[in-house]
């Protein structure tokens, strides 16, 4: 998607290890989010980031935390991933504070085993 | 409960049928609304956007939003096997934080 690259794309990783996920935009957007998608549960906020060093919890965020150091990058780490974390991750951009909607990364598709 | 319910389908019809796809939503702080659509495997893209109640319209698709019903739809007129997806609601209080309904799957035959 033109302006906002997620990676990796596919990841395996073993139960109770971390895994760090990363969003780059080149929009320069203030808005920055992490959802999860999973079947029969829509898209989940997870955290999201108002600004450099400015961030905040959404709906699921327990197990994960998140860092946006710079305008462009948003991560996503699990800090010991379990099982019930297997899914696929998007981040999303939006523009003003006003919501004129997002524009999606193409995903991360995360399995723990 | 949750705050966006979306007719689960899946949805099937015939090329050049109109489509009707619909959420209720029970917050009433709810102010905007949008429609994506997503296609197997990649992110959803943002079709329609709209602030308060009314409708909008844009080439084939149409947005509604009744505030009074909680409720908005998308409809798609003259649908195509390309329209084939699964379309997601989401709506939001203020900036951000979208919450979404869980999608429809629609497939257009031939």
């Known amino acids: 998607d033109a302006g906002i690259t997620q990676s990796p794309r596919h990841k395996v990783t073993e139960t109770g290890t971390p895994v760090t996920l990363r969003c780059h935009q080149t929009e320069n957007h203030r808005y920055m989010y992490w959802y999860r998608q999973d079947p029969g549960h829509g898209l989940r906020l997870i955290h999201y980031s108002y600004g450099v060093k400015d961030t905040d919890k959404g709906e699921v965020s327990d197990g994960y935390s998140v860092s946006r150091s710079k305008t462009e990058d948003f991560l996503l780490t699990l800090e010991s991933a379990t099982s019930s974390q297997t899914s696929v991750y998007f981040c999303?951009?939006?523009?003003?504070?006003?919501?004129?909607?997002?524009?999606f990364g193409s995903g991360t598709r995360l399995t723990v085993v | 409960q949750k705050e966006v319910e979306q007719d689960p389908g899946p949805l099937s019809v015939p090329e050049g049928a109109i489509v009707s796809l619909n959420c209720t939503y029970s917050?009433?702080?709810?102010?905007?609304f949008m429609w994506y659509r997503q296609y197997s495997r990649k992110g959803p893209e943002l079709l329609m956007y709209?602030?308060?109640?009314g409708n909008k319209e844009d080439g084939r698709f149409t947005a509604q939003v009744d505030k009074s019903s909680k409720y908005i739809s998308l409809f798609i007129r003259d649908s195509q096997p390309s329209d084939s997806a699964t379309y997601l609601c989401a709506m939001s209080v203020e900036a951000g934080k979208s919450t979404f309904g869980d999608g429809t799957t629609l497939t257009v035959k031939p």
């Open positions: 709209t602030y308060s109640s």
């Open positions: 999303a951009i939006s523009e003003s504070e006003l919501n004129y909607g997002y524009t």
């Open positions: 917050n009433s702080a709810f102010q905007y």
